[in-house]
């Protein structure tokens, strides 16, 4: 007869339990820390004509794993037909078709942008706190850019959340995200203590690693 699961746990090493969780998760399960993620929180920090403006953060929230060069690229797809205007500290990787537009370009028309940091020695005018650092985020710490968004909503009850959150970081495919959440707008303190104000919307993505999800890639398959 084979032992039951109460027997299991008695006998059974540290090492091999490890590695019996590990097989038996669910595919965003990381065994080494399986708490960890890495938690995207976009803040609308202004309205504008014809959209807003947002500062989007990732933090990582990972004890033993840090995001490598050549980085990340952050993607998403947009719920209607919103276009990105302009981006500090990031730039996306295609500007797509912006041919309906007449004097002022897009930086960005595509319906699924992909997004990457800026590099280090980036110009100051180009900067937000926390960017420009080539992708890299090590544990516990964040990455950051701003990003102008048009043909959007204008207030919380207009404006619509991107879908389909993905994020790409060096080596095998290993991060699944979930769907995007609004959450309690963030409060924002000045640097004298003095004065708090808060972003106009935020919602938050989390994406976790998967071992598993990893292995599957065959060797030599970016």
Same mark, same amino acid.
């Given at each position: 007869?084979?032992?039951?699961?109460?027997?299991?746990?008695?006998?059974?090493?540290?090492?091999?339990?490890?590695?019996?969780?590990?097989? @038996?998760?669910?595919?965003?399960?990381? &065994?080494?820390?399986?708490? =960890?993620?890495?938690?995207?929180? $976009? +803040?609308?920090? #202004?309205?504008?004509?014809?959209?807003?403006?947002?500062?989007?953060?990732?933090?990582?929230?990972?004890?033993?794993?840090?995001?490598?060069?050549?980085?990340?690229?952050?993607?998403?797809?947009?719920?209607?037909?919103?276009?990105?205007?302009?981006?500090?500290?990031?730039?996306?990787?295609?500007?797509?078709?912006?041919?309906?537009?007449?004097?002022?370009?897009?930086?960005?028309?595509?319906?699924?942008?992909?997004?990457?940091?800026?590099?280090?020695? @980036?110009?100051?005018?180009?900067?937000? &706190?926390?960017?420009?650092? =080539?992708?890299?985020?090590?544990? $516990? +710490?964040?990455? #950051?850019?701003?990003?102008?968004?048009?043909?959007?909503?204008?207030?919380?009850?207009?404006?619509?959340?991107?879908?389909?959150?993905?994020?790409?970081?060096?080596?095998?495919?290993?991060?699944?995200?979930?769907?995007?959440?609004?959450?309690?707008?963030?409060?924002?303190?000045?640097?004298?203590?003095?004065?708090?104000?808060?972003?106009?919307?935020?919602?938050?993505?989390?994406?976790?690693?998967?071992?598993?999800?990893?292995?599957?890639?065959?060797?030599?398959?970016?």
């Amino acid at each position: 007869m084979g032992l039951s699961f109460r027997s299991l746990l008695r006998v059974t090493t540290p090492t091999v339990l490890l590695l019996f969780f590990s097989f @038996t998760s669910t595919e965003a399960y990381d &065994a080494l820390d399986p708490n =960890g993620n890495i938690t995207i929180k $976009w +803040d609308v920090i #202004s309205w504008t004509p014809d959209g807003y403006v947002a500062v989007v953060t990732m933090f990582n929230f990972q004890r033993y794993r840090h995001i490598a060069a050549p980085g990340w690229t952050l993607g998403w797809t947009w719920a209607k037909k919103e276009v990105i205007w302009s981006m500090m500290g990031a730039q996306t990787t295609e500007q797509g078709d912006c041919s309906r537009y007449k004097g002022n370009i897009p930086h960005c028309c595509k319906k699924d942008p992909m997004v990457v940091d800026l590099l280090p020695g @980036t110009p100051y005018n180009q900067q937000i &706190a926390n960017c420009c650092k =080539g992708g890299v985020i090590n544990s $516990w +710490d964040a990455s #950051s850019f701003q990003i102008s968004v048009g043909a959007a909503g204008t207030t919380d009850k207009t404006v619509r959340v991107p879908k389909n959150f993905t994020l790409e970081a060096p080596g095998p495919p290993g991060y699944t995200c979930g769907p995007a959440k609004i959450v309690k707008p963030t409060k924002f303190v000045t640097s004298d203590g003095r004065r708090t104000t808060r972003a106009m919307m935020t919602w938050k993505v989390t994406c976790k690693y998967s071992q598993s999800l990893a292995q599957k890639t065959p060797p030599g398959c970016p």
